[in-house]
């Protein structure tokens, strides 16, 4: 079973940036035919996607972030990053990192353990 392992979150000021990473326990066969995706989860609020890039390299964001993160890949090294920049207090999450491909009516979709990111005022 692949597990995804999400780094860098943490605590940062309002203004600030992080950049997350994401990196899978072991190689993912077609990984590069996969959508690589971030999640994140405020308390009392549901799961909500921020930014996805897909295996022909669109990419998708949330329109609260739109500007401030990029999304982006590296299929050699089973990694996906999301680089936050102008953080703002309405950021802080959990973030989850998600990497999708449905295949002949199967769904490969793997998630990681989530990683906390705090932006004070």
């Known amino acids: 079973q692949v597990q995804l392992v999400e780094s860098g979150g943490g605590l940062v000021q309002a203004g600030g940036s992080l950049r997350l990473s994401c990196t899978a326990s072991?190689?993912?066969?077609?990984?590069?035919?996969?959508?690589w995706g971030w999640y994140r989860q405020a308390p009392g609020k549901q799961r909500e996607l921020v930014a996805r890039?897909?295996?022909?390299?669109?990419?998708t964001y949330a329109d609260s972030v739109k500007g401030r993160f990029t999304i982006s890949r590296d299929d050699a090294a089973n990694t996906g990053y999301l680089q936050m920049n102008s953080l703002k207090p309405e950021d802080t999450a959990v973030y989850y990192c998600?990497?999708?491909?449905?295949?002949?009516?199967?769904?490969?979709?793997?998630w990681g353990q989530g990683t906390q990111v705090t932006v004070s005022s």
């Open positions: 890039v897909t295996s022909e390299h669109r990419t």
């Open positions: 072991r190689r993912i066969i077609g990984i590069n035919a996969m959508d």
């Open positions: 998600n990497v999708y491909r449905r295949l002949m009516a199967v769904d490969y979709d793997y």
